[in-house]
């Protein structure tokens, strides 16, 4: 029989409306996880000061 091979195939990176993800290497333990990086929901105004009366 041939052996299977211990490593995990290479994912390309994912994108949505709302994130991207990654894979991470494999730790010592042979454990591939994936990093998430969330896109921004809102968005900041610039605070200015209401003139006065």
Do not use: C, H
């Not at 949505?16 to 333990?29: G, H, I, S, W």
Request: hydrophobic letters at 20%.
């Amino acid at each position: 029989m041939s052996e299977q091979q211990n490593t995990r195939p290479k994912v390309p990176e994912g994108e949505t409306e709302y994130y991207k993800t990654r894979q991470l290497e494999a730790n010592d333990k042979g454990f591939v996880g994936y990093e998430t990086i969330w896109k921004s929901f809102q968005k900041e105004a610039e605070y200015s000061i209401p003139k006065r009366p």
